[in-house]
T-cell receptor, first 111, second 117 residues
Framework: QKEVEQNSGPLSVPEGAIASLNCTYS??????FFWYRQYSGKSPELIMF????GDKEDGRFTAQLNKASQYVSLLIRDSQPSDSATYLC???????????FGSGTKLNVKP | EPEVTQTPSHQVTQMGQEVILRCVPI?????FYWYRQILGQKVEFLVS????????KSEIFDDQFSVERPDGSNFTLKIRSTKLEDSAMYFC???????????????FGPGTRLTVT
């Protein structure tokens, strides 16, 4: 059973702070890693993907991957109240066309 | 901006009935997916579809489920003999093909909420 683990939260941060979201995965064969944002009652929306060890930055978002530790994280700089949502970590399986999601971390950004 | 659409937005059915959930992927996309999310739980992969055949399926996707691309635009999920535990939000997603492989970006539709009574 391939597992993707996330702290369910809620993670509360003040507006303007850095939010740090973490995810671990069990399958060493996973090749690509994804962060989605899901607002309540809405569908997941892709924020970032990463497939190489290290950091990948896109605007206020930075994804970090450490395959040796089977760990992927998402940093959100200058957090805004509109960032309040559930953040889903997903990984693909041995075949790129199969995906496993974590349960998500609920982020609250307080004005 | 192109988007994935799904119909209906909400489907109520009685246990044992068959339902068909419909999706229209983004027009130039080649890879199609179905996911489900039981209320308050994680998103679960059901199946991926490419070149008119199933590419991968999860343990959830048993003989009760089938997918079809009946024409050039629609992608359907059929659930035969629905059970109470099939009640969930069902999401369709699609992605482009890049050099014979799916691109990393999957675009999700708004979902169909299935309620089995």
């Amino acid at each position: 059973q391939k597992e993707v683990e996330q702290n369910s939260g809620p993670l509360s941060v003040p507006e303007g702070a850095i939010a740090s979201l973490n995810c671990t995965y069990s399958d060493r064969g996973s090749q690509s890693f994804f962060w989605y944002r899901q607002y309540s009652g809405k569908s997941p929306e892709l924020i970032m993907f990463i497939y190489s060890n290290g950091d990948k930055e896109d605007g206020r978002f930075t994804a970090q991957l450490n395959k040796a530790s089977q760990y992927v994280s998402l940093l959100i700089r200058d957090s805004q109240p509109s960032d309040s949502a559930t953040y889903l970590c997903a990984v693909n399986g041995d075949n790129f066309n199969k995906f496993y999601f974590g349960s998500g971390t609920k982020l609250n950004v307080k004005p | 901006e192109p988007e994935v659409t799904q119909t209906p937005s909400h489907q109520v059915t009685q246990m044992g009935q068959e339902v068909i959930l419909r999706c229209v992927p983004i027009s130039n996309h080649l890879y199609f997916y179905w996911y489900r999310q039981i209320l308050g739980q994680k998103v679960e992969f059901l199946v991926s579809f490419y070149n008119n055949e199933i590419s991968e399926k999860s343990e959830i996707f048993d003989d009760q489920f089938s997918v079809e691309r009946p024409d050039g635009s629609n992608f359907t999920l059929k659930i035969r003999s629905t059970k109470l535990e099939d009640s969930a939000m069902y999401f369709c997603a699609s992605s482009e093909g890049v050099s014979g492989a799916p691109s990393y970006e999957q675009y999700f539709g708004p979902g169909t909420r299935l309620t089995v009574t």
